[in-house]
């Protein structure tokens, strides 16, 4: 019981985390765009949450209870809570010192080392993969809100030029709330899956990701009281660290980020939505030139996301030790 009420807590505690740090982000984009209804701002990344990963699967899941430790052999739950736990704690730390970060990096830190310390097998060749990828998608979100901003300015103006340019915002951020599911989202999914699987069947080995409809409802309302609680602070720091200045430069930044995503989840690779917003945001301002962007804000970011991987990695090899001697 005592095992089953850790990760059971564990779970909300992270759903909520999660929402707070990655939904607020997403929701608040999509409502910087002028008259896009607020309701659909939230429904549409609700909708995607709770069906995407059925028609789509659930490879990304897959990868943080398969890929990147032996977490299938006894002791795996057991470092798999682990890891989660040291990955909110790394990223409370940060953003109480005003160093917003990346929660996905820093579960694929914390469990990696956790799983080391726990004396499992880590996959390097996994852990590599996910590294590459997740690095280079912020690049390749920088470079496409660019492009796809600079190409915006020369789209003519017409008298239908407002409605276009809104129902254009909602195709970029319906693929945007897709991606998120089909990828970054999923780290909740395998949280809440492992959770699932402990109350059914005690601490051992983890099993394949599996997690029914109702528990997907449940996920994405607390998913959804993270992100509207944390909403307003998340929106004032994207206002203060990052400027676009048009709403085309909205849609640019949502459709980089989106493409971002959807292609690393061809190869199963979770990817921080955030890191791609924000690098999505940062191509379209600075087609503007590079006083468009706040560089300070870009700069806290940077440091923050270049410090989470290390003491994730670091504090869940310790917290993987703790585990094995129990």
């Known amino acids: 019981m005592g095992w089953t009420l850790a990760f059971a ?16 982000a997403l929701i608040g984009l999509g409502l910087r765009f002028p008259k896009a209804p607020g309701w659909l701002a939230v429904a549409l990344p609700a909708a995607a949450l709770i069906g995407v990963p059925y028609v789509l699967g659930v490879a990304v899941a897959a990868t943080f209870t398969e890929r990147l430790a032996g977490l299938g052999s006894e002791g795996g739950a057991a470092a798999f809570l682990a890891g989660v736990v040291i990955a909110v704690g790394v990223v409370a730390v940060l953003a109480g010192r005003g160093l917003p970060t990346s929660l996905t990096l820093a579960v694929v830190g914390g469990i990696t080392g956790a799983g080391f310390g726990a004396g499992l097998p880590v996959s390097a060749a996994g852990l590599g993969t996910v590294l590459a990828v997740g690095a280079l998608a912020p690049l390749a979100g920088v470079l496409l809100g660019y492009l796809l901003a600079a190409c915006s300015r020369r789209v003519p103006s017409h008298g239908r030029m407002p409605r276009l340019v809104l129902a254009a915002h909602l195709l970029a951020y ?28 005690g601490v051992g080995g983890i099993g394949p990701v599996s997690v029914g409809p109702a528990w997907m409802a449940l996920l994405v309302l607390v998913f959804l009281t993270g992100a509207l609680t ?48 924000t690098a999505g945001v940062v191509g379209a301002a600075a087609s503007e030139g590079s006083r468009r962007v706040r560089w300070q804000g870009v700069a806290n970011m940077g440091t923050a996301w270049l410090v989470t991987l290390p003491s994730s990695m670091a504090l869940g090899c310790l917290a993987g030790l703790a585990v094995r001697w129990l």
């Open 174 to 201: 319906t693929a945007q709330c897709v991606a998120y599911a089909v990828n970054d989202g999923q780290k909740m999914v395998a949280v809440v899956s492992v959770a699932l699987e402990v109350g059914r069947h």
């Open 9 to 24: 807590g564990t779970a909300v505690l992270f759903v909520l985390v999660t929402g707070a740090n990655d939904g607020a």
């Open 230 to 277: 944390s909403l307003p602070t998340v929106g004032a720091r994207l206002g203060r660290g990052l400027v676009l200045a048009r709403p085309l430069y909205v849609v640019s930044a949502e459709t980089a980020a989106a493409g971002a995503v959807l292609g690393s989840s061809v190869l199963g690779a979770p990817v921080s939505m955030t890191q791609s917003v």
